[in-house]
C-alpha cells in the first residue's frame, strides 16, 4: 500500500527529548558562563543576560544571546508565555518573587529551574511532572556535576509520575482529578488499573509492593484509565470515584465530504460521533481521506487545529478493503464503492471498524464518517537513539554528556552488568531493560522497533559504544530498515574504552601509535585474527588485547604471545588489567615472558609495549621520541 500523500506529520510543539524552548535567564557574569557551560549539553532557544554581563565576556559567535538593563520582571513576563520551561541562575527566593504573579495552572505554566551560582545546586522550583522542571534539573545537574534537588511526591517512592505515564508513546491526558490520585499514590493507597489499548511498557517497571491492581473489579478503588474510550459515566456518578485518564491515539478518521464543506461542521460531526458511541476525542489519531480531497480546506485546518496527520489513498487503494457500506454511486462518482470506511481501516493498518459509516447533512455542508481503530497507537514524536558508551565501569569515568543523555531516555537497553553499574542514574519514569550478553542482534532490534514507535531509546555499550560495542549493530539494522538517516535521530555518546582505562592504570603506554585486536573468533575468522596480530607485532604497535580468553575459547592468548615473543624482546611490558573502575579491579604490569595466560579471561585486557616501551617502578611508559633531559 502506497500513500499517496503523506504530508508532513505534525510534530509536537516540543522538539527532541521534550526540552524545546528552553530559556536561560541569567544575570551575573558567572551565571552567564555556567549558562555557556550548559549551552552544548542542551538546546537553549535563548539565553538573556544584564547588558553589562557582555562587558567582560562576549557572546558565543553563533548564538543568540540576549540582554536587557534595568528590571528582569518583563522579561520573565514576555518569555513565560513562549517558553516550555524557564532555566534561572538566582537564588530560590528571587525566582519565586519573580516567577509568583506569572503562575496560572500546571497544565500550560513552564517548568522553572534554578541554579545555584556556584553551581553545585540545581532545584527544580514548579512545573515538576508537567513543565519538565524535574526532567531539566536531572540534566543540568548531570551536565554540571551538580547535585539535583528535585522534591516531587512520586520520587520517593520510585514510582513513575502519573501525569507523565504516556507521554513517551503520544498519549494524550484526558479528564482527572490528577492531584488526587497523586495523594492517594503518596498515601500509598491501592489504584485500580484498567489498560484497553496502548503500550504496556511501563507496567514492567514497578517496584515492589507498587500501589496498582490490574482489571480488579472494585468500583471502591480510584482508578487509572487507559483507552481509547471513555470510562462508563454510570459508575462514577454512584460512587463518586476518582479517576485518571489518559488516552492512546489509536481511532483513526475517515472522511468524505461535499467540497467546501466548514470545518466547523465536521469538527462537531465527529464530536457528536464520538460521543455517541463513547470514543475519546483525545485518541483520534489522523483523518483519512481519498487522494482528491488533499487541497479540501476542512481538513487541512482540522489537521493544523488538532496536530492531526492527514492520510490520503487513491480510489485503486480505496477499493481494496472489504467495508459494510459499499455504494455504487460512490463508485460512479470517485471510482470506488467506499471513502470514508476504506479510508479508516487503510489508516489504520486494521480491520477493526469502530464506526460504520455515518452520514451528516447541514447548512455548512454535508461529510461522511466511519472510525477505524489501530492495533498500535500514533505517536507524533520523533524517535531518537543515543548509542551511549558507559566507560569501562565507575560513575565517575561516564562523561558528563552520556549521563545527560541517559537521563533523557524513555527506554534503557543494555547488558545487565552494565546497567547495573549505572542503576543508581535512572529515575522511575524509566524503562530499564536488561539483556543476556548474547542477544546482541535482538537487543539491537529492539532499540530500533523502539525508537521507531517514538521513543528516546539509550543502547548502553561499556566502554565506548563504537569500540566492539553495540552502536555499530544498531547503525546496521538501521540501514536495513530503509532508515532516511534522520528518523529516528541518532546520537553517539562517547566513553572511555578499556585500553584507555588500562593505560590510565599504568602510566602512558599509549604515547605512540596503537591498536586493538579481539581475540574472539565468534564472528571474525581465526585466520585474520591471527594476520592482524602478525602485522601489528611486526609493525611495533603497541597492542590492546580485547576478549582475551573465554573459558572455551583459550588457544587464541597463547598463539598471541608467541607471535608477540617472536617479533618482541621478553623484557617488552605487558599490562594485565581486569575489571577496570569496577568492584575487584586488578592490574599488573610485567613482562612478555611473566605473562601466565590461566590469569586471563573476558573480564581482562592485555596490553603489550612497543620495543621501546619501558617499566619505570610500576608504570609502563612509552616514549613519544623527545630527547628528555636536552632541555638542559
Ligand atoms: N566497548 C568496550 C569493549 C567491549 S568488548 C570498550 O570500549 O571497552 C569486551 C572486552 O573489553 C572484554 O573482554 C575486555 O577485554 C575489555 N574490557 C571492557 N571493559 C573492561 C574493564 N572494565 N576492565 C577490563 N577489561 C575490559
Same mark, same amino acid.
Given at each position: 500500500m502506497t500513500i499517496v500523500s503523506n504530508f508532513s506529520d505534525p510534530q509536537p510543539p516540543l522538539s527532541k527529548g521534550g526540552y524545546g524552548g528552553i530559556v536561560f535567564i541569567a544575570p551575573t557574569p558567572v551565571g552567564y558562563r555556567l549558562g555557556l557551560q550548559l549551552w552544548d549539553g542542551l538546546p537553549f532557544q535563548e539565553l538573556w543576560t544584564r547588558e553589562s554581563t557582555l562587558d567582560s565576556i562576549a557572546p558565543p559567535g553563533d548564538r543568540p544571546v540576549k540582554t536587557y538593563r534595568d528590571s528582569l520582571a518583563p522579561v520573565v513576563a514576555e518569555c513565560w508565555t513562549r517558553a516550555t520551561q524557564l532555566i534561572f541562575v538566582l537564588p530560590v527566593g528571587a525566582v519565586v518573587r519573580l516567577i509568583a504573579p506569572l503562575l496560572q495552572q500546571k497544565a500550560t505554566d513552564p517548568g522553572v529551574v534554578a541554579i545555584a551560582e556556584t553551581g553545585q545546586f540545581v532545584v527544580s522550583v514548579s512545573g515538576g511532572h508537567l513543565g519538565g522542571a524535574d526532567a531539566l534539573t536531572r540534566r543540568c545537574a548531570a551536565v554540571l556535576g551538580a547535585e539535583p534537588v528535585v522534591t516531587s511526591a512520586s520520587e520517593g517512592q520510585q514510582l513513575p509520575a502519573l501525569d507523565l505515564l504516556g507521554r513517551p508513546y503520544g498519549w494524550q491526558r484526558g479528564r482527572g482529578d490528577w492531584t488526587k490520585i497523586a495523594a492517594f499514590i503518596t498515601q500509598q493507597k491501592p489504584i485500580s488499573v484498567k489498560q484497553a489499548c496502548g503500550e504496556s511498557l511501563w507496567q514492567q517497571m514497578l517496584p515492589e509492593g507498587h500501589p496498582f491492581r490490574f482489571d480488579v473489579e472494585d468500583d471502591s478503588l480510584p482508578q487509572l484509565w487507559i483507552s481509547d474510550r471513555l470510562p462508563p459515566e454510570e459508575n462514577e456518578e454512584k460512587t463518586g470515584r476518582s479517576r485518571v485518564c489518559w488516552h492512546p491515539r489509536t481511532l483513526w478518521l475517515g472522511l468524505g465530504c461535499e467540497r467546501g464543506t466548514a470545518a466547523e461542521f465536521i469538527e462537531a460531526s465527529i464530536r457528536q460521533v464520538l460521543r455517541d458511541r463513547g470514543l475519546a476525542w483525545e485518541s483520534v489519531a489522523g483523518i483519512a481521506s481519498i487522494a482528491l480531497k488533499q487541497d479540501e480546506v476542512a481538513f487541512q485546518t482540522l489537521g493544523d487545529r488538532y496536530h492531526w496527520p492527514r492520510r490520503f489513498f487513491n480510489a485503486d487503494e480505496l477499493s481494496q478493503p472489504s467495508v459494510p457500506n459499499p455504494s455504487e454511486v460512490v463508485e460512479q462518482a470517485v #471510482?470506488? !464503492?467506499? %471513502?470514508a470506511e476504506a479510508a479508516a481501516l487503510l489508516s489504520a493498518q486494521?480491520?477493526? @471498524? @469502530? %464506526?460504520t459509516k455515518q452520514v451528516f447533512k447541514g447548512d455548512g455542508g454535508a461529510c461522511t464518517i466511519a472510525v477505524a481503530r489501530a492495533s498500535r497507537e500514533y505517536n507524533p514524536r520523533r524517535g531518537h537513539l543515543y548509542l551511549i558508551g558507559s566507560g569501562p565501569g565507575s560513575l565517575n569515568q561516564l562523561t558528563a554528556a552520556a549521563r545527560s543523555a541517559l537521563l533523557d531516555c524513555d527506554v534503557v537497553l543494555g547488558y545487565g552488568l552494565y546497567l547495573d553499574l549505572l542503576r543508581p542514574l535512572f529515575h522511575p519514569n524509566q524503562i530499564v531493560e536488561a539483556s543476556q550478553i548474547t542477544q546482541e542482534v535482538q537487543r539491537a532490534e529492539r532499540a530500533v522497533a523502539l525508537a521507531q514507535q517514538g521513543l528516546t531509546v539509550g543502547m548502553v555499550s561499556s566502554g565506548d559504544c563504537g569500540i566492539y560495542g553495540m552502536a555499530g549493530l544498531v547503525l546496521e539494522c538501521l540501514a536495513q530498515n530503509?532508515?532516511? #538517516?534522520?528518523? !529516528?535521530s541518532v546520537e553517539v555518546m562517547p566513553g572511555i574504552t578499556a585500553l584507555q582505562a588500562v593505560a590510565a592504570r599504568v602510566g602512558a603506554p599509549l604515547m605512540h601509535d596503537f591498536c586493538a585486536i579481539s581475540l574472539s573468533n565468534l564472528m571474525t575468522p581465526w585466520e585474520v585474527i591471527e594476520k592482524r596480530l602478525e602485522a601489528a607485532a611486526r609493525a611495533d604497535f603497541v597492542v590492546a588485547l580485547y576478549n582475551p580468553r573465554s573459558r572455551t575459547r583459550t588457544e587464541g592468548i597463547e598463539i598471541a604471545l608467541e607471535i608477540f615473543r617472536r617479533w618482541r624482546s621478553s623484557q617488552t611490558p605487558v599490562a594485565i588489567a581486569r575489571? @577496570?573502575?569496577?568492584?575487584g579491579e586488578s592490574v599488573q604490569c610485567l613482562t612478555l615472558e611473566e605473562v601466565d595466560v590461566t590469569q586471563i579471561d573476558m573480564l581482562t585486557v592485555l596490553l603489550i609495549g612497543n620495543s621501546s616501551t619501558f617499566l619505570h617502578r610500576g608504570h609502563i611508559i612509552t616514549p613519544r621520541g623527545y630527547s628528555v633531559g636536552a632541555s638542559s
Open positions: #471510482g470506488t !464503492p467506499s %471513502v486494521s480491520q477493526e @471498524l @469502530l %464506526v530503509h532508515w532516511d #538517516g534522520r528518523s !529516528p575489571s @577496570l573502575y569496577r568492584p
